[in-house]
């Protein structure tokens, strides 16, 4: 039986629900293994079925919200015959919102699209059916030794995700690596992988407690070493975490998922971090979700970015041994820039970039002139979009008054996600949302950040976000299957209103960056308060220092808020080269932040006529990149038509090709398509060819070329070659397209096409050698020989596996006439 006979047997009564469960969520598990995603997600909603049938009959929900779901479910899956139960509910609940029990018995919908959405009737239909026709299907690549030995998987998501692997594995020391994979790409493959491989620490910063519990479960679902799995924690400042310490303490301690909070604030791990930097046994470190860093306004902590001053400081204490990991999806330019000033090694920064657009969306944007048009628009939307659903709007309390507006309907299994939710609140929210038990999220900015939740289908945004990448990492917050995804940008424009969006957005542009004026008084508070600490051009400054300008009531309830700006105003001139901050610390018992830094010019730092013009430039130049990002945002509200979003959004993300499957621009897909291969830039890496092996060196000598003659590389055992060439200690073997391994031999294997797109970027990570079979096709052979005697390859040892007049056009010889070499047979290695 499929999932679905299963499902209607259950619902008649034939099959318990808990095994109907059990049954249905092993084939969702082997659906999505064979990348059946529209099956594996229907089946899925029949799961989901279970848990409102469940809610509704034990009154945690009530008519309303079963109908909000059921709506969708015969929309996604089909019209079914539910039970007495169900029907008679649909009898008393379901018109109000298109549902009805038709004559055959079965529930059925009728496809109410709210007016303002009807020309868009297509998109939303193309989210209703699941459509696979425009997924991107990534081109799995051969496993090798790292996932086989720790892992369980056999093969690479795709050729970029090894390569960031093997890029991230090899990496020299003090070097740091931005990796940018695309969403569902597998970024977390890279840290299971860099703490499995060897027995040192590495340390994973995440930007909330939420998404480190997910990562450290999801990574002790994926290694299968049972001594590293259970080397694998997660480090919460609320929980007891003695195990944790000790395990750096005895260096059992392999991979640790925390939060910026916690490596500042908790004095233990503080210590037990700094003393393993120093003992050489924290090895790396990584950064994820690194694009929100350069967020410097006080509307996101600025614990990330004094992390960098404790990271600088692990580097010191290591000498230069720490390496540093930067993951994200997509980046632009400005953020690459701000992510290196704070956490690049000198000379030493290099990016594998393989940036790409998301596909899933359809765009819609609508403009109202009422505010209270906008609500409604936004509430009927909600009944009828697709969900799960999500809807971003600014200020916590927007979000509240959407909420209680839906309950006063009587739809009482919705939610809100804000700055001002309890960490307590928002863990509870999540674990309900990734389990399903809710379909309708009211939030701020707060949510998502690293919410593994694939199957969200609509993202409504009754705001206007402050810039085009909050607006694009927010509306990537759908679709993460793979399948059709809704953005509607539900605008409020009337000029006569001061909740104008647009105005709204600006003013939080406008406030994320101190003014000069303020942010010299800032400075002049830090060095003439009486705590704070003056050696020379050292200065220990306590950061709840509190402006001279301020009257005595602003100074009493100053608190946080104020301690953020101070941090701020010391991390600006430090990444502007004024102040060099050389140590933070958290005083628990104060309850504020220390930073010691060193004045780089004591005599312009006190001069504040001769600062003020200095730093004027250098503040104008913060807060034109700010400003820029609202306009980009400004240009698609006010010319929505003007240009295909995708195109707006490379504006943005520069390396990514502007894939678009439906805007105001155009309806539908445009022509663009995404490359096979999306390794977008060169890293070079200043490293030597690695010493052969002693047996290599034996057959290849002084040189650094060997030929294997052979008959017909068709009649190859590419297994046993891969064996020898991990006899051999070479990097990869690079093989005809079309004659691929067969067994799991554990070698890193490439294919004529990969090869040539790894070779010309990514060349370093092949420094111990390669081992190359060459085809009967005369210019692949050309191209393939040309790629390896350059980059760098030039001076890699190749073993060259062809026939012995293999012609090379590029020299007008075979290789055997001109290749300075020795010769042995395979049989011989």
């Given at each position: 039986m499929d999932y679905m006979e299963i499902f209607l047997k259950c619902i008649e009564g034939d099959i318990d629900t808990s095994k109907a469960s059990e049954l249905i969520r092993q084939q969702a598990d082997t659906l999505l293994l064979f990348g059946k995603v529209k099956e594996y997600e229907k089946a899925v909603l029949c799961l989901t079925y279970f848990i409102r049938y469940r809610q509704y009959n034990t009154g945690k929900i009530n008519g309303n919200d079963l109908m909000l779901f059921l709506r969708d479910f015969v929309l996604y899956v089909g019209r079914v015959r539910f039970p007495r139960l169900i029907q008679d509910a649909v009898r008393r609940d379901g018109s109000k919102i298109g549902l009805f029990v038709a004559g055959d018995g079965a529930v059925d919908a009728t496809g109410i699209i709210p007016e303002d959405l009807k020309e868009h009737k297509t998109y939303i239909e193309e989210v209703y059916s699941l459509s696979e026709a425009g997924m991107q299907s990534n081109r799995s690549s051969f496993g090798d030794d790292y996932i086989y030995k720790f892992t369980k998987f056999k093969k690479y998501r795709s050729l970029e995700q090894k390569v960031a692997v093997h890029s991230a594995i090899d990496l020299p020391d003090n070097y740091t690596l931005m990796i940018s994979l695309p969403t569902g790409g597998g970024k977390s493959l890279v840290t299971q992988l860099l703490a499995a491989t060897e027995a040192k620490l590495t340390l994973v910063i995440v930007p909330t407690v939420s998404l480190?519990?997910?990562?450290?479960?999801?990574?002790?679902?994926?290694?299968?070493?049972?001594?590293?799995?259970?080397s694998v924690f997660c480090y919460r400042g609320d929980s007891d975490n003695s195990v944790i310490i000790l395990g750096i303490k005895n260096k059992t301690a392999r991979l640790i998922f925390t939060s910026p909070e916690a490596v500042i604030k908790s004095l233990y791990l503080n210590n037990a971090i700094r003393e393993a930097a120093k003992d050489g046994y924290l090895h790396n470190i990584v950064i994820d979700e690194a694009h929100i860093v350069p967020d410097w306004g006080v509307h996101f902590r600025p614990d990330f970015q004094i992390f960098s001053v404790i990271l600088n400081e692990l580097k010191e204490a290591s000498k230069k041994y720490i390496r540093t990991y930067l993951l994200s999806a997509t980046l632009s330019d400005d953020v690459v820039d701000v992510l290196f000033s704070l956490f690049g090694s000198d000379g030493n920064n290099i990016q594998y970039r393989c940036d790409a657009l998301r596909p899933e969306p359809r765009y819609i944007i609508k403009e109202y002139r009422n505010y209270d048009e906008r609500v409604n628009a936004v509430?009927?939307?909600?009944?009828?979009?697709?969900?799960?659903?999500?809807?971003?709007?600014?200020?916590?309390?927007?979000?509240?008054?959407?909420?209680?507006?839906?309950?006063?309907?009587?739809?009482?299994?919705?939610?809100?996600?804000?700055?001002?939710?309890?960490?307590?609140?928002?863990?509870?929210?999540?674990?309900?949302?990734?389990?399903?038990?809710?379909?309708?999220?009211?939030?701020?900015?707060?949510?998502?950040?690293?919410?593994?939740?694939?199957?969200v289908r609509t993202i409504i945004h009754a705001c206007v976000p402050e810039n085009l990448s909050r607006f694009y990492q927010e509306v990537g917050r759908g679709g993460r299957d793979g399948l059709p995804s809704l953005s509607i940008m539900a605008m409020f424009t009337s000029k006569d209103d001061g909740r104008n969006d647009l105005s709204v957005a600006f003013g939080l542009v406008n406030k994320s960056i101190l003014k000069k004026e303020n942010l010299l008084i800032r400075l002049d508070s830090i060095l003439k308060d009486q705590r704070t600490l003056i050696e020379g051009d050292i200065i220990v400054a306590d950061l709840n220092t509190v402006p001279n300008s301020f009257t005595d009531d602003e100074a009493q309830h100053a608190g946080m808020r104020n301690m953020f700006w101070n941090a701020n105003t010391l991390l600006l001139l430090h990444r502007k080269g004024y102040i060099r901050i050389t140590h933070a610390s958290y005083d628990a018992q104060q309850k504020t932040y220390?930073?010691?830094?060193?004045?780089?010019?004591?005599?312009?730092?006190?001069?504040?006529?001769?600062?003020?013009?200095?730093?004027?430039?250098?503040?104008?130049?913060?807060?034109?990149?700010?400003?820029?990002?609202?306009?980009?945002?400004?240009?698609?509200?006010?010319?929505?038509?003007?240009?295909?979003?995708?195109?707006?959004?490379?504006?943005?993300?520069?390396?990514?090709?502007?894939?678009?499957?439906?805007?105001?621009?155009?309806?539908?897909?445009?022509?663009?398509?995404?490359?096979?291969?999306?390794?977008?830039l060169e890293s070079e890496v200043d490293c030597e060819a690695s010493e052969p092996s002693r047996l290599l060196k034996r057959h290849?000598?002084?040189?650094?070329?060997?030929?294997?003659?052979?008959?017909?590389?068709?009649?190859?055992?590419?297994?046993?070659?891969?064996?020898?060439?991990?006899?051999?200690?070479?990097?990869?073997v690079i093989y005809p397209d079309g004659c691929e391994p067969a067994r799991e031999v554990g070698c890193l294997f490439f294919s004529h096409s990969e090869f040539m797109a790894v070779a010309s970027k990514v060349a370093w990570i092949m420094r111990n050698g390669l081992f190359i079979i060459l085809s009967d096709n005369v210019n692949s052979n050309n191209l393939i020989f040309e790629a390896a005697n350059k980059n760098g390859i030039e001076h890699y040892r190749k073993i060259w596996c062809c026939k012995i007049d293999t012609m090379i056009l590029s020299r007008n010889k075979t290789i055997h006439d001109f290749l300075n070499c020795r010769t042995c047979n395979l049989e011989t290695i």
């Amino acid at each position: 039986m499929d999932y679905m006979e299963i499902f209607l047997k259950c619902i008649e009564g034939d099959i318990d629900t808990s095994k109907a469960s059990e049954l249905i969520r092993q084939q969702a598990d082997t659906l999505l293994l064979f990348g059946k995603v529209k099956e594996y997600e229907k089946a899925v909603l029949c799961l989901t079925y279970f848990i409102r049938y469940r809610q509704y009959n034990t009154g945690k929900i009530n008519g309303n919200d079963l109908m909000l779901f059921l709506r969708d479910f015969v929309l996604y899956v089909g019209r079914v015959r539910f039970p007495r139960l169900i029907q008679d509910a649909v009898r008393r609940d379901g018109s109000k919102i298109g549902l009805f029990v038709a004559g055959d018995g079965a529930v059925d919908a009728t496809g109410i699209i709210p007016e303002d959405l009807k020309e868009h009737k297509t998109y939303i239909e193309e989210v209703y059916s699941l459509s696979e026709a425009g997924m991107q299907s990534n081109r799995s690549s051969f496993g090798d030794d790292y996932i086989y030995k720790f892992t369980k998987f056999k093969k690479y998501r795709s050729l970029e995700q090894k390569v960031a692997v093997h890029s991230a594995i090899d990496l020299p020391d003090n070097y740091t690596l931005m990796i940018s994979l695309p969403t569902g790409g597998g970024k977390s493959l890279v840290t299971q992988l860099l703490a499995a491989t060897e027995a040192k620490l590495t340390l994973v910063i995440v930007p909330t407690v939420s998404l480190a519990k997910d990562q450290c479960l999801q990574a002790k679902s994926c290694i299968t070493d049972k001594v590293i799995c259970d080397s694998v924690f997660c480090y919460r400042g609320d929980s007891d975490n003695s195990v944790i310490i000790l395990g750096i303490k005895n260096k059992t301690a392999r991979l640790i998922f925390t939060s910026p909070e916690a490596v500042i604030k908790s004095l233990y791990l503080n210590n037990a971090i700094r003393e393993a930097a120093k003992d050489g046994y924290l090895h790396n470190i990584v950064i994820d979700e690194a694009h929100i860093v350069p967020d410097w306004g006080v509307h996101f902590r600025p614990d990330f970015q004094i992390f960098s001053v404790i990271l600088n400081e692990l580097k010191e204490a290591s000498k230069k041994y720490i390496r540093t990991y930067l993951l994200s999806a997509t980046l632009s330019d400005d953020v690459v820039d701000v992510l290196f000033s704070l956490f690049g090694s000198d000379g030493n920064n290099i990016q594998y970039r393989c940036d790409a657009l998301r596909p899933e969306p359809r765009y819609i944007i609508k403009e109202y002139r009422n505010y209270d048009e906008r609500v409604n628009a936004v509430i009927e939307m909600i009944k009828y979009m697709p969900k799960p659903l999500i809807v971003y709007v600014i200020e916590p309390d927007t979000a509240n008054k959407y909420c209680k507006k839906l309950r006063s309907m009587g739809f009482t299994n919705v939610f809100s996600y804000t700055g001002d939710t309890s960490d307590t609140d928002r863990e509870l929210l999540l674990e309900k949302w990734k389990a399903n038990e809710f379909d309708v999220m009211i939030a701020t900015s707060a949510f998502g950040m690293g919410v593994d939740k694939s199957n969200v289908r609509t993202i409504i945004h009754a705001c206007v976000p402050e810039n085009l990448s909050r607006f694009y990492q927010e509306v990537g917050r759908g679709g993460r299957d793979g399948l059709p995804s809704l953005s509607i940008m539900a605008m409020f424009t009337s000029k006569d209103d001061g909740r104008n969006d647009l105005s709204v957005a600006f003013g939080l542009v406008n406030k994320s960056i101190l003014k000069k004026e303020n942010l010299l008084i800032r400075l002049d508070s830090i060095l003439k308060d009486q705590r704070t600490l003056i050696e020379g051009d050292i200065i220990v400054a306590d950061l709840n220092t509190v402006p001279n300008s301020f009257t005595d009531d602003e100074a009493q309830h100053a608190g946080m808020r104020n301690m953020f700006w101070n941090a701020n105003t010391l991390l600006l001139l430090h990444r502007k080269g004024y102040i060099r901050i050389t140590h933070a610390s958290y005083d628990a018992q104060q309850k504020t932040y220390f930073f010691m830094f060193k004045m780089l010019d004591v005599a312009l730092l006190y001069d504040k006529d001769r600062l003020g013009e200095t730093i004027a430039s250098d503040r104008q130049n913060e807060y034109d990149m700010r400003v820029s990002g609202y306009h980009k945002m400004a240009d698609i509200i006010h010319h929505p038509k003007a240009k295909c979003w995708g195109r707006q959004f490379v504006s943005l993300f520069p390396l990514a090709r502007p894939i678009c499957s439906g805007c105001p621009a155009h309806e539908g897909r445009t022509s663009v398509t995404e490359d096979s291969i999306k390794i977008r830039l060169e890293s070079e890496v200043d490293c030597e060819a690695s010493e052969p092996s002693r047996l290599l060196k034996r057959h290849m000598g002084p040189l650094t070329d060997l030929l294997v003659p052979i008959n017909d590389y068709r009649d190859l055992d590419i297994d046993l070659i891969g064996e020898k060439a991990k006899k051999l200690n070479v990097s990869c073997v690079i093989y005809p397209d079309g004659c691929e391994p067969a067994r799991e031999v554990g070698c890193l294997f490439f294919s004529h096409s990969e090869f040539m797109a790894v070779a010309s970027k990514v060349a370093w990570i092949m420094r111990n050698g390669l081992f190359i079979i060459l085809s009967d096709n005369v210019n692949s052979n050309n191209l393939i020989f040309e790629a390896a005697n350059k980059n760098g390859i030039e001076h890699y040892r190749k073993i060259w596996c062809c026939k012995i007049d293999t012609m090379i056009l590029s020299r007008n010889k075979t290789i055997h006439d001109f290749l300075n070499c020795r010769t042995c047979n395979l049989e011989t290695i």
